[in-house]
């Protein structure tokens, strides 16, 4: 359970090391049961990692504990849907919070904290934010793992699709929420 100890906090540029070392393990180790071994390698490898860019506009955070990082995801005011600095392509614009919806962007949890509370905590704090800065709709990407977490939390699978990570099928859920209600 986060507690005392636990601290969210916005991720830095120093952290990008240990963060990827977390977005590996979690990637790989909470990935049974919804993806192969080799649809997990395949995402860890091609898609998750951070995107600094998170990082630059202050979007991104990590949950501590005891100056430990066991989980961090964000939010975005950005066009991209999903993908670590690697997988960045094309431009990433600002998005009109007016018409269009913000993003949530790489939840990765420690696969030894899991069910502790860490990722409903990011997720409540960058809801919070996006609302804030005027965005009154939120969708993702989701991966299979995280399509029950986020139907917990009030999403709703909007569309069902195919990503070829280093030429493996990956299956992917696109889902939305609309904040303030």
Known sequence: MADDT???????????????????????????GFYTDAQAAALTAHVYGVDSQLIADG????????????????????ATLYGADRAKRAADPLLDPATQAARIRAFF????????????????????????AGFRELEMAATLPGVPFYRQ????????????PGGVKTPLERMRKRLGQ
């Open 59 to 78: 979007t991104y955070f990590v949950v501590e504990r005891d100056g430990v990082a066991l989980a961090c995801g964000g939010w975005s005011k950005r």
């Open 109 to 132: 949890v420690d696969p030894a904290a899991p069910r502790q509370g860490l990722g409903t905590l990011l997720l409540r704090h960058c809801e919070s934010a996006a609302l804030a």
């Open 6 to 32: 636990t601290q969210l906090r916005l991720a830095r540029a120093e952290d990008i090391p240990a963060l990827e070392a977390l977005i590996e393990r979690s990637g790989l180790g909470l990935s049974a």
């Open 153 to 164: 939390a009030g999403y709703e699978t909007v569309e069902r699709f195919e990503i070829e």
